[in-house]
């Protein structure tokens, strides 16, 4: 039985597919969705075993990133109410490597299903997943529904 079913987006035609798909499913197993967008935060550095002070203009940066993450779920949640106005949504903005956050969310949140786009583009890079979908489909504990 399918109640709880975790969707990994980033911004992508792919992860609108995968919103798309996991909206479906909940809708015919009477399912939530919870809709999660990570924030790969870019690395500064690291001098004398101690992190680097993060500039003014990096913090701004860094700000400005959530803020189009916030965006990208606001987006997400509207167009799955518009697809779906009967399936109960929930958004989540995590930070980290996505493929962990996913997860880690996953399994804190005891879904039964995790839905990720398939990330790859291209002839060559068609022939191995994503490295989030990839990562994803080996750690998680639960079902792992990639979609194309």
């Known amino acids: 039985m399918i109640s709880k079913i975790l969707v990994a987006i980033d911004g992508t035609e792919s992860g609108i597919k995968a919103l798309d798909f996991a909206l479906d499913l909940a809708e015919k197993y009477a399912a939530s969705v919870m809709i999660l967008n990570v ?3 870019p690395v500064y550095g690291i001098l004398n075993d ?3 002070n993060i500039s003014s203009s990096s913090s701004v940066f860094l700000n400005d990133l959530r803020r189009i993450h916030y965006n990208a ?5 509207q167009h799955a109410a518009a697809l779906k106005p009967n399936v109960k949504v929930k958004t989540e903005l995590r930070e980290g490597s996505p493929p962990d956050q996913i997860v880690l969310v996953a399994a804190e949140g005891v879904f039964d299903l995790v839905v990720v786009g398939h990330g790859a583009k291209g002839k060559v890079r068609q022939l191995f997943l994503g490295r989030t979908s990839e990562r994803v489909a080996h750690l998680a504990r639960c079902a792992v529904l990639i979609v194309k």
């Open 39 to 41: 924030l790969d935060v």
């Open 50 to 52: 101690s992190v680097t």
């Open 73 to 77: 779920l606001e987006q997400a949640s």
